[in-house]
């Protein structure tokens, strides 16, 4: 089963990409290494509820 989550930078809080997961194979909150548009810089995204 595959839902969208939308990830936040763990920086500045901005709520910057949308992606989906399997919530079968992948239960816990995922963490990406992304760039903030905010930030000008790559920070950890993470998941939000």
Do not use: D, G, P, W
Request: glycine fraction near 0%.
């Amino acid at each position: 089963m595959r839902v969208v989550v939308t990830l936040a930078c763990t920086n500045c809080k901005q709520r910057n990409y949308t992606t989906s997961k399997n919530k079968r194979t992948h239960s816990e909150r995922i963490e990406l290494k992304k760039y903030c548009k905010f930030c000008n810089e790559h920070h950890v995204h993470r998941e939000t509820r």
